[in-house]
């Protein structure tokens, strides 16, 4: 039997311009408007020679940080943007679910957007009609039906466009990342929908960074890198091989190459490290002992200082969220200038015995204000087991015990 995907030596190249100009002010804008401004282009691979085959009926997951080319690899699939080099050859109607949204027309009702979505995908009108009444039903956007989806909700406007891609039976479905949207009763729906339609035979390919959904849904897995496919195995071992390619010790537990940051640049986390309670440096932690994670951060530009908050957020190797935390549950806003450091404190960690991912961010404004330096899977986050457990109960920790402190000090120190 034939693949009903080949992606064959898939590239895709983007140019990007670089001004090398200094900052202008609006007179000298003026005086120079008809002079060639100087700039550079470089030349930027999302993806480089990718190359796998997908069999009839098999669901894939497709895993790695922002920015390794994930989605941009589902747009190529899906016909949205076309490859620089390589081939596609597919056999079989493909229906994509990539952006909340997608194929829909805000001053449209959402009945006439499901026409029009469906349209889009490549169904027949007959055959809409005929799971009208079940894509409606699935979405629970019965009441709204005749409304402009302007008004609607991204939720339900997730579940309307979700409910159109899984009940109009493409041969190939795909997915990035779009069930994050949804509340969590959704999602269980739209992961029961997908199972469903693995079970009938047709082809999945999903993209998410909840590695559980990934290993619930998919029998086997790709993990993509700076636009490289580097390993190709069962959805666990997939997972696994991701979660141990994350920062380690080999790295000298540095963070200043890491390019698959968001936010400003104004500050970056550069470095990171693991302190017992006597401040000195540690591997591992123990479940019931003191966890400590101190980060550096560096500035962009010399003199550079601002106010802000940060949070850490520590996740199983499903990408589930453990325990969030965040200056401003203490309105704890730092003065950041020059070198600065962040300090997390746990007393008594109550974490179980395992592997974990973290994530860090900056960011300006309490609670949910301008990114400055967000990182996803900064680092790992090995925890040993610990007299803690001697009960078999883990009780609960109070969050006014658990603190974040700072401290700034001189480049030149």
């Known amino acids: 039997m034939q693949p009903i995907l080949e992606i064959r030596d898939v590239s895709k190249r983007f140019t990007i311009s670089h001004e090398t100009q200094p900052y202008l002010s609006l007179r000298d804008s ?8 100087a700039h550079s282009n470089e030349q930027f691979y999302a993806l480089k020679d990718i190359n796998f085959n997908i069999e009839p009926g098999e669901s894939i997951g497709i895993i790695g940080r922002n ?29 994509s679910l990539l952006e909340v949204g997608t194929g829909f027309h805000p001053e449209l009702t959402g009945r006439e957007n499901i026409f029009l979505n469906g349209s889009i995908l490549g169904m027949k009108r007959r055959e809409i009609q005929e799971k009208f009444d079940e894509i409606v039903d699935f979405s629970g956007t019965e009441k709204f039906l005749d409304t402009a989806l302007k008004h609607f909700s991204s939720g339900m406007q997730l579940r309307l466009a979700f409910s159109v891609a899984a009940f109009l039976e493409p041969e190939i479905l795909v997915i990035d990342e779009v069930l994050a949207v949804g509340d969590m009763e959704f999602q269980k729906k739209c992961i029961g929908k997908m199972e469903e339609v693995g079970r009938s035979g047709r082809t999945i390919l999903f993209v998410s960074h909840n590695l559980g959904a ?7 897995a790709i993990v993509i890198q700076s636009g490289k496919l580097i390993y190709s195995d069962t959805a666990d071992k997939a997972i696994q091989f991701y979660f141990n390619s994350l920062n380690n010790d080999a790295l000298g537990r540095t963070l200043s190459g890491r390019k698959d940051r968001q936010g400003n640049g104004l500050f970056r986390f550069c470095a990171y490290e693991f302190l017992d309670k006597t401040q000195q440096p540690v591997q591992v932690f123990r479940s019931g002992e ?9 500035a962009r530009e010399a003199n550079a200082e601002t106010n802000a908050y940060a949070t850490l957020v520590i ?66 986050l090995n925890i040993e087991e610990g007299d803690y457990f001697r009960t078999g109960f883990i009780p609960n920790v109070r969050r006014d015990k658990m603190y974040c402190d700072f401290n700034v000090y001189s480049s030149n120190e």
């Open 315 to 380: 996740k199983d190797i499903n990408g589930s969220r453990l325990l969030g935390l965040a200056s401003g549950y203490y309105r704890k806003e730092m003065k950041v200038k020059d070198k600065s450091t962040i300090t997390w404190v746990i007393p008594n960690c109550p974490i179980a015995p395992g592997e974990y991912s973290c994530d860090v961010n900056l960011y300006e404004g309490l609670m949910g204000g301008i990114a400055i330096d967000y990182l996803q899977d900064a680092f790992r």
């Open 290 to 298: 003191e966890l400590r994670i101190q980060l550096t951060l560096e």
């Open 214 to 220: 990934v290993a619930q849904l998919c029998k086997r």
């Open 67 to 95: 920015g390794a080319g994930k989605s941009t690899l589902l747009k190529i699939l899906s016909k949205i943007t076309p490859p620089s080099s390589g081939k596609i050859i597919s056999r079989g109607r493909i229906a």
């Open 30 to 37: 003026i005086i120079n408007v008809f002079k060639k401004s």
